[in-house]
């Protein structure tokens, strides 16, 4: 079974889907036509407003400059069968953190902010998880292996309702912003904060540099 991502934001047509092809695309440069036997990037919305949609042109625009692919994209709304099938959530906030539990309170180990889990990647020894081999078995088990690490380094478990008084909180800035509706320079800037973790995710998971 390939190591599934599941990347949420509020509609799926921005934040998500940029996160969800960028990492797709970033894990193709790195071990090629295998990406596709190995891993699965998926995203998905909070709400229903924009269900069936294509991504938002703006952030298609900034996905393709980037090198990924926006074709055949339609917007979901996140459901509990989603969050099963997967093995990490990305949220764009922790607003979508506390939406995902709500739906699946036991994935608070596999969910977290974006920002955070970017934040926390760095301090995982990569030499200390199971190597990449040609399955997808290997391929989950170490993405599990990192997930469980970055985990433990907040102190296990994502934040939110009650365990704020006994879990590290996610920090504010951790949050990635809308850019719907406003300038192109935004939907970069916005890309640009997605590509701060989703580049060195690709790099820890493929053990490939």
């Known amino acids: 079974m390939p190591f599934t991502v599941l990347?949420?934001?509020?509609?799926?047509?921005c934040r998500s889907p940029m996160a969800e092809r960028l990492l797709a695309a970033a894990l193709r440069r790195k071990?090629?036509?295998?990406?596709?036997?190995?891993?699965?990037?998926?995203?998905?919305?909070?709400?229903?407003?924009?269900?069936?949609?294509?991504?938002?042109p703006p952030a298609a625009q900034e996905l393709v400059a980037r090198g990924g692919d926006a074709s055949a994209f339609s917007a979901r709304k996140l459901s509990r069968a989603m969050i099963d099938v997967s093995d990490l959530v990305l949220c764009a906030t922790a607003e979508q953190v506390e939406a995902v539990l709500r739906l699946r309170p036991p994935a608070a180990?596999?969910?977290f902010v974006l920002g955070e889990f970017g934040?926390?990647?760095?301090?995982?020894?990569?030499?200390?998880?199971?190597?990449?081999?040609?399955?997808?078995?290997?391929?989950?088990?170490r993405g599990i292996a990192l997930v469980s690490a970055v985990d433990a380094l907040r102190g296990g478990g994502a934040v939110w309702g009650m365990e704020r008084q006994r879990r590290r909180r996610s920090l504010r800035t951790d949050?990635?912003?809308?850019?719907?509706?406003?300038?192109?320079?935004e939907y970069a800037r916005t890309a640009d904060e997605i590509e701060r973790t989703?580049?060195?995710?690709?790099?820890?998971?493929?053990?490939?540099r």
């Open 7 to 13: 990347h949420v934001c509020v509609g799926n047509i």
């Open 31 to 56: 071990i090629g036509d295998r990406v596709d036997d190995l891993y699965i990037s998926h995203g998905a919305g909070t709400g229903a407003w924009h269900e069936g949609e294509p991504m938002n």
């Open 109 to 111: 180990g596999i969910t």
């Open 119 to 141: 934040r926390l990647l760095p301090d995982v020894d990569p030499s200390l998880l199971p190597p990449l081999g040609s399955t997808p078995d290997s391929a989950r088990d």
């Open 175 to 185: 949050d990635l912003a809308d850019p719907w509706g406003l300038a192109q320079s």
């Open 198 to 208: 989703i580049l060195p995710l690709a790099t820890v998971l493929t053990d490939v």
